[in-house]
């Protein structure tokens, strides 16, 4: 069963840093691409960052371009998404999601963890 | 890029049809492949079609993707209506490595 836990969300001050963490498990991680999706509150969907199995290919979504990092290490099976510069609009919960099928990645979500909240609030 | 554009809410009696679309502003809607998620109330999202008209394992085929390209729209048609069946519905699809998700249909079973 492919599970996607999420951790490192909190409560963060306005221009800070936060690092998510996703762990996964119930596939073979290093094949397939990964994403981060964010929802904020009472709001639809906002693509983050997606990285490709081999780390060798990542993409921004523009509200975030310059301000964060996507990164894995397949030894840990793991996904991370490093927050920087923090603003109130930033307040989401964030989504790892895995992409479809393996070897390139497609954009196309096929399971999505249960999110963690980030807040950011002075 | 371009945008995604759902109706903001839709509602329909049990047992009846209904359809959700989702419009695509620029580009052919069959360049690139349509998915569709449900995201029940509380509850983190979960695909219901990939790939146009593809349903993952454990999705009843109430279900069914399609994509019209004379309006460059796709849609989520859901018959047999369930009151599981409110929820938020929303299409996503990619262009030039940004995914880009509709703004979100609010389903209400009355």
């Known amino acids: 069963e492919v599970q996607l836990v999420e951790s490192g969300g909190g409560l963060v001050k306005p221009g800070g840093s936060l690092r998510l963490s996703c762990a996964a498990s119930?596939?073979?991680?290093?094949?397939?691409?990964m994403n981060w999706v964010r929802q904020a509150p009472g709001e639809g969907l906002e693509w983050v960052s997606s990285?490709?199995?081999?780390?060798?290919?990542?993409y921004y979504g523009d509200s975030v371009k310059g301000r964060v990092t996507i990164s894995r290490d397949d030894a840990r099976n793991s996904v991370y998404l490093q927050l920087n510069s923090l603003r109130a609009e930033d307040t989401a919960v964030y989504y790892c999601?895995?992409?479809?099928?393996?070897?390139?990645?497609?954009?196309?979500?096929?399971?999505w963890g249960r999110g963690t909240p980030v807040t950011v609030s002075s | 890029n371009f945008m995604l554009t759902q109706p903001h809410s839709v509602s329909e009696s049990p047992g009846k049809t209904v359809t959700i679309s989702c419009t695509r502003s620029s580009g052919n809607i069959a360049s690139s492949s349509v998915q569709w998620y449900q995201q029940r109330p509380h509850s983190a999202p979960a695909t219901l079609i990939y790939?146009?008209?593809?349903?993952p394992s454990g999705v009843p085929d109430r279900f069914s993707g399609s994509i019209d390209s004379s309006s460059n729209s796709a849609s989520l048609t859901i018959s047999g209506l369930q009151s599981e069946d409110e929820a938020d519905y929303y299409c996503?699809?990619?262009?030039?490595?940004?995914?880009?998700f509709g703004g979100g249909t609010k389903l209400t079973v009355l």
């Open positions: 119930g596939f073979t991680f290093s094949n397939y691409g």
């Open positions: 999601t895995k992409d479809i099928y393996q070897g390139q990645l497609i954009f196309v979500i096929d399971y």
């Open positions: 996503q699809s990619s262009d030039y490595y940004n995914l880009v």
């Open positions: 790939e146009y008209n593809q349903r």
């Open positions: 990285i490709s199995s081999n780390s060798i290919h990542t």
